[in-house]
């Protein structure tokens, strides 16, 4: 190579390892759950779990808490607490506290994403009672690595689709739109595990309401194809009695079948623009996987009555559903999406549907198809 | 001056490279940001507005062909001259000109500014443009074919990126783009002449024409170089208008680098910062692309040596571009080099047409009386 080349790559190398601000691993603190809390009279309390590299032998992970009127207030505060900064761009989890969820999140979300090294793909939850308890009490736990505990939790259950995944892009897509109110898993400390208990509901950026996790599927369901989830459902007895192989265990008028949905679809379709009338289709194929009763699934028939009856059960449960989401004012499943999908000469706004959702009328068709039933009759 | 350049045999190009130099000079920084300007005006109908001016551009590009055929061998200052006289043809000529460095300007702190704010916060501008315009001039010194080379090496090694939109395109809500045709005939309009500042760049042709080796296949490269930028421009909009709800498409700056945040790979958690900085070279054919013109300019109206004007300009670049650090500024900059580029490279072949038609037709006619 020429002597002109050979300076220049010099030079070149020269500047750029040179005149760049460096960020060393090992004297920064990378952050992997991030938690925050309303304290009163404006405050919010933060807590966060971190990574320091550095002294071998150590366990990298543990935790600070900040307090402050701002997040990065909250933040600073932690940076002195410890003597070295925090970096935000590996949070894998914001946990919120259920006070500061009823109070409104979006400030937060938009001082999160407000800066473009902020992660986009980080999830979202909230704790039952305040996240600095969440997150602390399962730190003080013996053989409990906090960074995977609680991402893992939601991770897993998103994966299996038991909850739709939220993370920061799409709480804030969801909320924006008009038409559809964001979700968020919460997670309570119960018996020395953290546990996922139940789906909050928010209406706008504000905790509305919540439902238990084995309901969240018919949220899910209408969001995404679901393909593999495993759901318990309660039958009655009596209409497929005929079809006993033994006498039942109990005198119990209703008994449990567990299935995998093998694939399930939701369809909101718009019957009636005028009358706002929405007609909901939920497709489901399903493998019996248990029965606490021996009904014998091998005739058609039996088939047949056992799926009317798991279509009824299912279609009971997401009209009870739909009447608390109502009551609630909260439409998570999207009906006033597909209504501004069809709504000409004027966009939907939030508070048009607001006012019109209550009085919005549906009607639900369940169809499930037992694909098989396993080995055994 | 020459009206028609005598180009050497070495120094000519193939017609085919026409279609990595429209592709290259097209696809630049305004790609990063544009779906949120054109969802401005047009909202979910906004792909309606980038079909339409790919259509607008699609016209003048042939018009553009129309006006240089009509000479043996000119480019746009040969034409200017013999259409309106030495003087103002070569006024014209330094307009167009300046018209090329201040968008050279722009893209170059445009980029600075993306890399500042994705990547390194306090890395001081002046260092960005000088490693920039370093790559630039040492390229642009070369000549043309080197320029054409690093075009068409660049376009190949930098077209992987297309490949890792493949997980926004999975998350896409097709509830965004319904209900189709709502916004009216003049919210599309607007939303075109936003999308034209990305389209911007195809004015070239009116420089390198002088130096196609094969004049007559001319139009295919062109046409699927045009047609490439807006396809690629048309499925970064609809992915924008798809993934994001639409008060986030109206507001978030940088909408397409956005995109990329979310792509994650085993080896690299966030993929944004590879993006940028692998949209250097984007960027770079762009620059070298005009600052060439520059030069070229220089030389064909005022007898300038190239390597004297490369290095000025080169220079005068860089101190500028330490002054230029604000984002208002930045933006400012941009919407301004969007409205001089409307007028300049879509209206002004169209006014040049009838005029260059009618110079021949009235040439043709007193040669055929001086004939008699």
């Not at chain 1, 058609?300 to 299912?314: G, R, V």
């Not at chain 2, 048309?234 to 909408?255: D, K």
Request: aromatic letters at 12%; a positive charge.
């Amino acid at each position: 190579m020429s002597c002109r080349m050979n300076g220049i790559l010099v030079l070149t190398v020269m500047l750029i390892s040179g005149c760049v601000q460096p960020k060393t691993l090992e004297e920064n603190g990378i952050m992997n759950i991030y938690g925050v809390d309303i304290a009163g009279d404006d405050q919010l309390k933060t807590t966060a779990v971190f990574y320091k590299f550095g002294a071998p032998g150590q366990d990298p992970s543990s935790l600070v808490t900040g307090q402050g009127k701002t997040l990065s207030k909250g933040q600073k505060r932690m940076n002195y607490k410890l003597g070295f900064q925090l970096q935000s761009g590996a949070i894998e989890l914001e946990l919120f506290g259920k006070k500061a969820a009823e109070n409104g999140l979006i400030d937060y979300l938009r001082a999160a994403s407000r800066h473009p090294r902020a992660s986009n793909n980080r999830l979202l939850a909230v704790s039952d009672t305040t996240a600095k308890n969440l997150i602390t009490k399962l730190d003080g736990l013996p053989n409990i690595n906090v960074n995977q505990a609680l991402p893992n939790i939601i991770d897993v259950n998103s994966h299996m689709n038991v909850i739709p995944e939220v993370t920061l892009h799409n709480f804030q897509k969801l909320y924006y739109e008009p038409g559809i109110d964001p979700v968020m898993p919460i997670l309570s400390y119960q018996n020395e595990r953290t546990r996922l208990t139940a789906l909050a509901l928010f209406k706008g950026d504000q905790l509305a309401g919540q439902i238990p996790v084995d309901q969240a599927f018919y949220i899910n369901v209408l969001h995404q194809n679901i393909r593999g989830l495993q759901q318990e459902v309660q039958l009655p007895l009596q209409p497929l009695k005929k079809y006993l192989l033994k006498e039942p265990k109990s005198d119990q008028t209703d008994f449990y079948t567990l299935f995998n949905i093998k694939k399930g679809e939701g369809n909101i379709k718009l019957v009636n623009k005028q009358n706002l009338h929405f007609h909901t289709q939920l497709n489901f194929e399903v493998n019996i996987l248990e029965l606490t009763e021996s009904v014998g699934l091998q005739k058609p028939a039996a088939i047949n009555a056992f799926e009317q009856e798991i279509e009824k059960a299912i279609k009971e449960q997401y009209e009870q559903l739909l009447s608390k989401l109502q009551k609630w004012n909260v439409d998570p499943m999207g009906y006033g999406r597909t209504y501004k999908t069809q709504k000409r000469n004027s966009p939907l706004t939030e508070s048009e549907w607001r006012d019109k959702f209550p009085d919005v009328t549906f009607d639900v068709d369940v169809n499930v198809d037992i694909l098989d039933q396993g080995m055994t009759p | 001056m020459d009206i028609n350049l005598k180009v050497k045999q070495g120094l000519r190009i193939r017609a085919f490279y026409l279609f990595f130099i429209m592709s290259g000079i097209q696809i630049g920084v305004g790609v990063m940001g544009t779906p949120k300007y054109i969802f401005l005006d047009a909202q979910q109908d906004s792909w309606i507005s980038v079909l339409m001016a790919y259509a607008a551009m699609l016209i003048v590009l042939w018009v553009m062909l129309l006006i240089l055929k009509s000479y043996d061998n000119a480019d746009i200052l040969g034409i200017q001259v013999d259409i309106f006289g030495t003087w103002i043809g070569k006024l014209l000529g330094t307009v167009y000109m300046l018209y090329f460095a201040f968008v050279l300007l722009v893209v170059l702190v445009t980029y600075i500014d993306v890399v500042q704010l994705f990547i390194f916060p306090q890395i001081n501008t002046w260092l960005l443009g000088f490693l920039l315009l370093s790559l630039v001039v040492y390229c642009v010194a070369g000549g043309l074919r080197s320029i054409v080379g690093v075009v068409f090496l660049f376009f190949i090694l930098s077209h992987w990126l297309l490949l890792l939109l493949a997980k926004p395109i999975s998350l896409i809500d097709i509830s965004n783009y319904q209900p189709v045709w709502q916004a009216s005939m003049i919210d599309l309009l607007k939303g075109a002449k936003s999308t034209t500042f990305t389209f911007t760049g195809f004015e070239i042709i009116f420089w390198i024409y002088p130096f196609i080796r094969n004049k007559n296949q001319v139009w295919r490269p062109i046409f699927l170089g045009a047609t490439w930028s807006a396809g690629i421009i048309l499925l970064n909009t609809l992915i924008v208008i798809g993934y994001f709800s639409a008060t986030q498409a109206r507001t978030i700056e940088w909408s397409v680098l956005s995109l990329f945040k979310i792509v994650e790979l085993p080896f690299i958690a966030r993929f944004d910062f590879i993006v940028v900085a692998e949209w250097m070279m984007i960027t770079l054919p762009t620059m070298m692309l005009l600052m060439w013109a520059i030069t070229q300019g220089m030389k064909r109206l005022y007898h300038v040596p190239k390597r004297i004007t490369l290095y000025a300009a080169a220079l005068i670049f860089l101190v500028v571009c330490g002054f230029i650090d604000e984002h208002h500024l930045i933006m400012a900059l941009n919407n301004q080099a969007n409205s001089i580029a409307f007028w300049i490279i879509f209206v002004y072949p169209l006014a040049l047409l009838p005029i260059v038609k009618l110079k021949k037709a009235w040439q043709s006619r007193s040669k055929k009386g001086a004939k008699r």
